[in-house]
């Protein structure tokens, strides 16, 4: 595993050509995040504020980018308008913000962003007719990047549904929904599962299942 240590005196000392502004590390999102999570398809997302994102305690063990550096710079600026950064940096600045995102997640401010937009089903909903419109939370199938894309979990039946997006499911990793359904949703419920099981029946008798079955 590398690790990898920023501090901010490096990151300011020497910014990229086409970034203008400073890099403020306070609690509110940058200008790059905010119109990164704004973008068609991004509402996945939270926004992680740039105190979070320039803390290097939060970057250790991260895999290697390419023009890792920079693309923390460039997630960092405050910059609005102006020059596009190159597609190659924008690029690792997306996987770079999506890694820490993963992290933040699981902070106690980064559970209330996710709460308010799982609240608002911003992750769609559960398509199983007995979960009744259930709010969806997003999950990756790994850990790791390049291992499928975002998916929905559903807190009442405990299933994964394929969703719109193809971000990638790093972005969000396997622990969040299940800390979060623990934090937040098992209170409405109790401690059982509450999914509702489908029973078939013929004129009004209950069939057996195959674990109830003796021939």
């Not at 997302?45 to 920079?70: G, K, T, W």
Request: proline share 9%; aromatic share 10%; net charge positive.
């Amino acid at each position: 595993m590398h690790h990898i240590f920023f501090t901010m005196a490096a990151l300011i000392a020497s910014p990229p050509s086409f970034i203008s502004g400073g890099i403020a590390a306070n609690s509110s999102p940058s200008a790059w995040v905010e119109r990164f999570v704004s973008l068609p398809g991004n509402h996945f997302y939270c926004s992680v504020p740039r105190d979070f994102i320039a803390d290097s305690f939060n970057h250790l063990s991260l895999p290697d980018l390419p023009c890792q550096r920079e693309a923390l710079s460039l997630i960092l600026s405050t910059a609005t308008g102006g020059t596009m950064p190159p597609p190659r940096l924008e690029a690792s600045a997306r996987v770079l913000y999506g890694l820490i995102h993963a992290r933040f997640i699981l902070t106690p401010r980064g559970m209330e962003a996710m709460r308010r937009k799982h609240a608002a089903s911003d992750f769609g909903r559960c398509p199983r007719t007995l979960c009744h419109g259930e709010s969806l939370l997003p999950t990756g199938a790994s850990d790791v990047l390049g291992r499928g894309c975002v998916k929905g979990f559903c807190p009442r039946c405990c299933d994964l549904y394929d969703t719109p997006s193809t971000l990638d499911g790093a972005s969000w990793g396997t622990t969040f929904p299940h800390l979060f359904t623990q934090q937040n949703i098992r209170e409405r419920w109790g401690p059982f599962d509450h999914k509702g099981k489908f029973q078939p029946r013929v004129f009004g008798f209950r069939l057996r299942g195959p674990e109830e079955r003796h021939y």
